[in-house]
């Protein structure tokens, strides 16, 4: 029972949030690590694994975030020895070899002989996927909720400065024109948010591509009108210095949207129109 051609292989879902398909920096990066450890760690526990296999499956876990941080290409592939095991918990290495064949069942091992020795490259997709639950699915609804929270407050305040700036904006010698086009894109903006549901959970996951389109665009419009009524002498903030947003966060809110994935249906309790 050796050479399993995918063992290091992990979901796209999963791929997209902490493997190659991620474009994420550590500060979001590892939570999402995070969650996905707790989440191999409860469906062992449904499992039935006693301490000793759970801790050591603990342990893999701490050297696979670290693995993984230093390379995605190692999807859901670990690597190391029963030694470190031991030296990292402190156990004889006989405890850590038997609290390993409890976990062996719940894990994939590329070979058998050499796992039994404690040279140990395994993988963690049958923990990472149990009862047909994709972990994956799970990082992607908790980072885009937690962008949609984030960025909801930011773009009413981005919407405030737009139709304050504009308005300010009539005054300005010489600069008619491009108030009068800005406003056209202002109005088609308005026009294309009246009535629908936005700046929440509810309303961005049931068409998250709409939503970050949304953003782009007021983010352009944003930037347009600080840019004319605020000389640059005067220190205008753009879009993303008033989010606070990193340029690797923007491009992962579009890959997420360009795979069209949706988050899961909830209560559209609070929903603003």
């Not at 004889?92 to 719940?106: G, K």
């Amino acid at each position: 029972m050796t050479g399993f051609a995918d063992i290091s292989e992990m979901s796209p879902q999963l791929q997209l949030m902490i493997g190659t398909g991620s474009h994420l920096d550590p500060a979001e990066l590892d939570p999402l690590i995070m969650l996905a450890s707790l989440t191999v760690i409860q469906n062992a526990a449904r499992a039935g694994l006693d301490d000793d296999a759970l801790t050591t499956l603990s342990l893999l876990l701490m050297v696979w975030a670290r693995q993984l941080r230093d390379n995605p290409d190692n999807g859901g592939l670990v690597k190391t020895t029963a030694e470190d095991l031991a030296d990292l918990s402190g156990w004889p290495v006989e405890r850590v070899l038997t609290s390993l064949q409890a976990l062996a069942p719940h894990i994939l091992i590329d070979d058998l002989a050499l796992f039994a020795e404690g040279d140990l490259e395994i993988g963690l997709a049958p923990l990472l996927h149990q009862d047909g639950a994709d972990c994956g699915d799970l990082l992607i609804r908790y980072w885009t909720a937690h962008y949609v929270m984030r960025m909801g407050p930011k773009l009413e305040a981005a919407e405030e400065t737009v139709a304050g700036g504009l308005t300010r904006a009539k005054d300005l010698a010489g600069a008619g024109e491009r108030v009068a086009r800005l406003q056209v894109r202002w109005d088609a903006y308005r026009a294309k948010r009246e009535g629908v549901a936005h700046y929440t959970v509810y309303g961005a996951g049931a068409d998250l591509a709409a939503f970050v389109d949304d953003v782009s665009t007021l983010e352009a419009l944003h930037d347009a009108v600080v840019g004319l009524i605020d000389p640059a002498s005067h220190g205008p903030r753009t879009f993303a210095q008033e989010c606070g947003l990193l340029p690797c966060t923007k491009l992962q809110a579009l890959a997420i949207s360009a795979a069209e994935l949706k988050l899961n249906p909830v209560e559209a309790k609070g929903v603003r129109h």
